[in-house]
């Protein structure tokens, strides 16, 4: 007997059961991430920490933090090809936008179709650096203002804070956004 085979276009009717990733317990309330409650990760973690949880499957050390941070930073440009994209369809809904320049991103980088593990580890951490970009690019242009250039000394968030207001963004703004707690 040979199973059929059902295609779905994106993921419209498509379930899993299983992650390795993440754990949900709707019935109690419980979100993990490779076995750190969500809870703890956003009153405890940065969005880099969890960023590279996420990523590599551990909480990172402090040199690997500071090495994964670089990456990231490193990543945050975007080809002007990309703001051509943004600002011919800015007014387009934000994840048509978002969708569309992400695609487009593929087909500037020769990066993009290495399908080896540290390929897609690479890939994944330029989109982690690069859609916010995206998101804050297609914010200005579509309010009539140029995209802001992001800032190296801030940290993830609180550069996107930056690059979505053009103003940096408070302590408190800052933490909100997902920097660690206390």
């Given at each position: 007997?040979?199973?059929?085979v059902k295609?779905?276009?994106?993921?419209?009717?498509?379930?899993?059961?299983?992650?390795?990733?993440?754990?949900i317990?709707?019935?109690?309330?419980e979100?993990?991430?490779?076995?750190?409650s969500?809870?703890?990760?956003?009153?405890?973690?940065?969005?880099?920490?969890?960023?590279?949880l996420?990523?590599?499957?551990?909480?990172?050390?402090?040199?690997?933090?500071?090495?994964f941070?670089t990456?990231?930073?490193?990543?945050?440009k975007?080809?002007?090809?990309?703001?051509?994209?943004?600002?011919?369809?800015?007014?387009?809904?934000?994840m048509?936008?978002?969708?569309?320049?992400?695609?487009?991103?593929?087909?500037?980088d020769?990066?993009?179709?290495?399908?080896?593990?540290?390929?897609?580890?690479?890939?994944?951490?330029?989109?982690t650096?690069?859609m916010?970009?995206?998101?804050?690019?297609?914010?200005?242009?579509?309010?009539?203002?140029?995209?802001?250039d992001?800032?190296?000394?801030?940290?993830?968030?609180a550069?996107?804070?930056?690059?979505?207001?053009?103003?940096?963004?408070?302590?408190?703004a800052?933490?909100l956004a997902?920097?660690r707690?206390?």
């Amino acid at each position: 007997m040979t199973d059929s085979v059902k295609i779905n276009r994106g993921l419209k009717g498509i379930y899993f059961e299983r992650s390795a990733t993440s754990h949900i317990d709707g019935a109690k309330g419980e979100l993990s991430y490779s076995g750190y409650s969500i809870h703890d990760l956003a009153t405890r973690s940065t969005f880099e920490e969890v960023a590279y949880l996420l990523i590599y499957g551990e909480l990172p050390t402090a040199s690997t933090l500071t090495d994964f941070d670089t990456k990231l930073k490193a990543a945050r440009k975007l080809p002007p090809e990309i703001y051509t994209v943004i600002e011919q369809i800015k007014s387009g809904h934000p994840m048509d936008v978002l969708r569309t320049a992400t695609s487009a991103l593929a087909a500037l980088d020769a990066g993009s179709s290495d399908i080896s593990e540290q390929g897609f580890i690479d890939n994944g951490i330029k989109l982690t650096a690069q859609m916010p970009m995206i998101v804050a690019a297609h914010h200005a242009l579509r309010n009539g203002r140029p995209p802001v250039d992001p800032d190296p000394t801030l940290g993830h968030a609180a550069n996107w804070l930056w690059m979505l207001k053009g103003e940096k963004p408070s302590a408190d703004a800052a933490h909100l956004a997902g920097c660690r707690a206390g």
